[in-house]
């Protein structure tokens, strides 16, 4: 503190500290940072000056705030400031009996004394000798009658006054505190001087933000508790801004170069209107929300850009029908379609309800007698045997096949497709933005236009998310499930009552003529491993609880013609329930399915078992879903009660992103450097990621290439350039 009255903030470069400067300075190069602290810095990935100030507490304690030992109440989690009266090293290797090593401390606070114990944490005693003043902050227990904390996080306080102390995540193994990352920090804000702000003035003060100067103070030395909330907002903010300058950066730029199919999305009285053909022959209305979803899509198609539409849908809420329909406006116009399953069970289903639904269907042929010749639909995994494989890959590059279903398989280097107008990814593992845009140029013909591309969701990804990680998307929603659905009772079944009212319902509903899936629990490990846990529980059924009742058996590692036949004949009802792996999660779709149980429920995550339970309760029959789980975690009844709650995929979705967080949603590249350190994509955040991206969509609006915004073209390339790519791939 007394220095930088002293010596006052250096006055920085011209116009500001850029970060990319800062990242070029090695933390060497501080004062206070020898070779030791070198390398315990390196440990926390902190390498750069730039990494140091964006390694940002993760809590700060208000010196005002503190408790006092005597208010404190056992339970209470609170921090302590006081003075090591005592510390002794207890037990441990060659002590008594060999007990647990630990080191304990008397703190005092005043009169009142608190026993302080760390486990196998010898280092302690070092850092913690008689006389020396720290924060404790954890959980006030009680051991043998005397107050204490266990394994508290420890800051040693010395002399500093300041009124707020920042917590910084720290490794006092690597031997560094967070005392001492925050008087590096210090001296780093110290030299950097203020710093120039990519975010124009106008914006900041409308968006109510405030600048990168102060912003990266409070952050780290907040004066008031009410400072460090505006600061993290700030760089929250920042981080976002940077996601979406790229994101929509890449998009632009991928509309400018590409050139898409014209598709004939209204076709001229007199010629083929496959579209309508289809949708007069469901044996349903389209919802309102599947009509506006092909109004946009045909609107889309219809243009001279590439298509690039998110459909966001709950499960049942008719995607594929949409998907098909817009499969048509390519076919109708002479051109082809391809259509990308999760896994090869649902590719054969949709396939086969495909062929079914289109059965009779004709396409305009010059080539052929009467100009027409029938619609050609056509299946291709990495289990269509080679000499069926061969016709089909023909087929397609000949362009005589028009709708082709597949798995990955359809991305092989041999598949070569004469006209593809539309790509349509059923997707259940997200692809980023990378994986998209090479997928599309795999698919495009040679020379020819850029294919449009139609992505459904499995289940719907909270909207913050998708502006953020599906930025370069369209969206639309599919927020309307089909009339005449009645919604499945979903019951967490926790004891042995109520497991066997789950098989009894299993019976009496075989017996009133429906089927019932039986999920067996994921076994992580070899696709054998799995095969094995569902027959041994196959058998377990057919002896006990559902003795009596043909059961069929369907997982990973069976043939494709076996996998077809037990899905026939569950189909058919000659096998009415169905013992499963997971590979029933996506897609399939059997209407007279009214129950479905979850074996091991707790193992499966909120999506996972949302899309399980879509399996039944596709009709206006009744439908149960069965979570079996006898445990009594906490994260286990989190997941299960909200399933319980509601069958709302889009709130499911938000209440999976609170769990898990949004690790699991981002693409490798945007995980980088930017990491979302402070950002959220969760409520907390939403408007924040709506403000980011308008910012960004108005500063691209009229430049694209940032001329004018270069210190903001120069950090999005720094966190998430190529360069930072490379750094972090070889890192
Ligand atoms: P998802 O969105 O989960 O992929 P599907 O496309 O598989 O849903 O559709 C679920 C079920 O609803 C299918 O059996 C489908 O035939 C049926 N379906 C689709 N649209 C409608 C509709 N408008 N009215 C009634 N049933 C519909
Ligand atoms: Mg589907």
Known sequence: MRTEVECGPAPGPPGGRRLRQLAGIDVGELRRVGPARRDALAAL???????????????????????????????????????????????????????????????????????????????????????????????????????????????????????????????????????????????????????ADPLPEAWRARLGLVDRTAAFGAVHRPAA???????????????????????????????????GVRHVADPPPGTADLVRAFTERLPFALTGAQRRALRDIREDMAGSRPMHRLLQGDVGSGKTVVAAAAMLVSVQGGHQAAMMAPTEVVAEQHHGSLRKALDGLEVPDPGALGGKRSLRVELLTGRVPAAARRRVVDGISAGAVDVVVGTHALLTEDVRFADLGVVVIDEQHRFGVEQRAELRSRAASAGGPTPDLLVMTATPIPRTAAMTVLGDLDVTELDELPAGRSPVTTVWARTPDDEDAAWERVRSQVAAGRRAYVVCPLVEGSGRVEARAATDELERLAAEVLAGIPLGLLHGQLPAAEKEAVMARFRSGDVPVLVATTVVEVGVDVAEATVMVVEDAGRFGIAQLHQLRGRVGRSDLASWCYLLDRSDAPEVAERLQALVATTDGFALAEVDLELRGEGTLLGTRQQGRSDLKLASLRRRHRRLVAQAREVAAALLGDDPELERQELLAEEVDLFLGEAAAEFLAKS
Do not use: K
């Not at 009996?97 to 401390?105: F, H, S, Y």
């Not at 508790?225 to 994101?247: I, K, S």
């Open 225 to 259: 508790p009410d400072d460090w909330e505006p600061a993290r907002r700030r760089l929250a903010f920042d981080e976002l801004l940077r996601l979406q300058v790229d994101v929509q950066r890449r998009r632009a730029a991928f509309e400018r170069d590409a050139a």
């Open 45 to 195: 990935g902190i390498r750069s000056v730039l990494d140091l100030l964006t390694h940002y507490p993760h809590r700060y304690l208000d010196q005002t705030r503190r408790a006092r030992l005597a208010e404190l109440a056992v339970g209470d989690t609170a921090w302590i400031v006081g003075d090591v009266a005592e510390c002794r090293v207890v037990g441990g290797p060659g002590g008594r009996r060999g007990g647990r090593a630990r080191v304990e401390l008397a703190v005092a606070d005043g009169p009142d004394r608190l026993r302080v114990t760390f486990f196998n944490q010898p280092f302690r005693a070092r850092q913690l000798p008689v006389g020396a003043r720290a924060l404790f902050y954890g959980r006030l227990d009680t051991f043998g009658g005397r107050r204490q904390m266990t394994n508290p996080q420890v800051d040693l306080v010395g002399e500093r006054a300041g009124r707020i102390v920042p917590l910084y995540p720290a490794s006092e193994r690597a031997g560094i505190a967070s005392w001492e990352i925050a008087e590096l920090v210090g001296e780093a804000l110290r030299r950097a001087g203020p710093f």
